[in-house]
Structures are given as structure tokens and as C-alpha cells.
């Protein structure tokens, strides 16, 4: 189940990268100091980020991009090169708050000279690059302030001996779909929690193991292959999936 916490926390990201919702910016409040946060930036990479954008030459006319990073005091600036043109600048500038102790991130994109036929997908729009950007910053933030600690081990046991999320109830249609919409709020709140606490999933410790969990996950049914059972319901094209006359 905690394998799930991670592509949950990547919820945000995929919204802010389909959607491309930041247009009018990306600002975030780092607790940390400016030389720390421009560290942790020098291992951005956009193509790390879902679906590897940017890396299929199929769709930019069979020019891969080439990423290049400027540095300035405050700015870091990524190129994204389509030959020699610019396809698109992201730029992220840091500006110190609290005496120094922390740092201000604002990011943006401009758009270049490259034409359409020969940019990636993800970087013809601003829109959309600004959002994988920001999640690709978010990433790094994270990966900067949050950790794995025992105590993080400690809220993931609970977790998984609070047995199956939700009901159990998947015998139609309608209780499967909402017995997973529970299951996947109850993760997603989770992972807020984790995050809250000072946890990334993503960075926990490979080979950690939990306690077991709940009995009932366990006696859940089990699929078997081999013919139905004499009593099972047979389904036939062109008649109907249920009987009108058994009440």
C-alpha cells in the first residue's frame, strides 16, 4: 500500500503539468538559505518529472532538445534549446527573506525563437511548461526540507495496520467505484499527514517492512482460473444480464 503514497503525492504535480494552471506564476516560501536552495536546483532536470517530457525526438521533428542552466546571484535560468534556437527559458529567481534564513522562489517561463515543428509538445505552450517546471521545483524543494526518519516508519505502521481503506463492498459497479474513491482519499489525506510530519514517501528507505496488515485484507476473495462454478452466473450476448423473474 505505501507504494501508492508516492504517485498520490505526484497528484499536484500532474495537475499543475496537464493543466498548466500557473500561468500568472509559481511562488513558494523555502526554510532554507539561498546557496541552499540554488544546491538543490542544480540537479533539476525536467525530463525526471511523469511521462519524460522531452525526450521522444519523434514529436519535435526529430530534434532532441538540448537543456543548458545559466547562473546568476538570485537566477538560475534553464535553456531549452531546439538546434540553435530557444525553444523556452525557465527561469526561477531566489530572493533572501527572514535575515537570510530562508528563501523566497518565484519561477517563470518566456517562450522562444524556436518554431513549433521542431519544439517538444511540452514546451510550445508557457502554460504548460510553467507547470511542469513548477512541479519539477517542487520536487527538489521536497527533496531539500522533507526526509524519512523512524518516525515517519512509525506513522506508515499505523497506517497499514488500520486494515483495508474503506469498505470492502465491490459487488456492483457503483460500490466498486466508491470504495476506491474512499481508498484513494484516505491515501491522499495520508500523504498529507506524511508530508505534514516532515515525510517524503518517496524518499523512504527500500526494504523497510511494516507490521501486517489487517486479517481482512488477507480473507479477501481470491480469483481463480478454471471453469465457473455450476451455480455461477453465465452471461450470453443478446440476452439480458439479469433475470426479471427472480426476486
Known amino acids: ?43 533539476l532536470d525536467v525530463r525526471d518529472e511523469p511521462g519524460s517530457p522531452g525526450t521522444d525526438p519523434a514529436r519535435s521533428g526529430g530534434v532532441t532538445p538540448d537543456f543548458k542552466l545559466e547562473r546568476e546571484p538570485g537566477k538560475m535560468t534553464w535553456l531549452v534549446m531546439a538546434g540553435d534556437k530557444v525553444a523556452t527559458r525557465m527561469i526561477a529567481t531566489l530572493e533572501p527573506i527572514r535575515d537570510g534564513a530562508a ?9 522562444g525563437d524556436a ?39 512509525a506513522l506508515m ?10 469498505s470492502d463492498d465491490r459487488t456492483t459497479l457503483g460500490t466498486a467505484i466508491g470504495s476506491t474513491s474512499r481508498d484513494i482519499m484516505r491515501i491522499g489525506a495520508f500523504d498529507t499527514k506524511l508530508r505534514a510530519a516532515g515525510c517524503d514517501p518517496a524518499q523512504r528507505t527500500q526494504g523497510t517492512s511494516f507490521a501486517p496488515v489487517s486479517d481482512r485484507v488477507r480473507d479477501a476473495p481470491v480469483m481463480q482460473d478454471g471453469p ?6 453465465r452471461f450470453e450476448p443478446g440476452k439480458p444480464m439479469l433475470d426479471p423473474t427472480v426476486h
Request: aromatic share 8%; glycine share 8%; charged share 20%.
Open 1 to 43: 500500500m505505501w507504494k501508492l503514497l508516492v504517485p498520490i503525492g505526484l497528484v499536484a504535480a500532474a495537475i499543475l503539468y496537464v493543466s498548466g494552471a500557473l500561468n500568472a506564476g509559481y511562488s513558494r516560501d523555502v526554510e532554507r538559505p539561498v546557496a541552499d536552495v540554488m544546491t538543490t536546483f542544480e540537479g
Open 157 to 166: 505502521t499505523e497506517f497499514m495496520n488500520g486494515g483495508s481503506p474503506g
Open 103 to 111: 528563501t523566497r522562489v518565484h519561477a517563470s517561463v518566456e517562450r
Open 115 to 153: 518554431p513549433e515543428d521542431i519544439v517538444s509538445p511540452t514546451f510550445r505552450s508557457e502554460k504548460i511548461t510553467l507547470g511542469l517546471f513548477a512541479a519539477a521545483l517542487e520536487t527538489r524543494i521536497n527533496r531539500l526540507t522533507l526526509g524519512w526518519s523512524a518516525k515517519c516508519d
Open 228 to 233: 465457473p462454478a455450476s451455480d455461477a452466473p
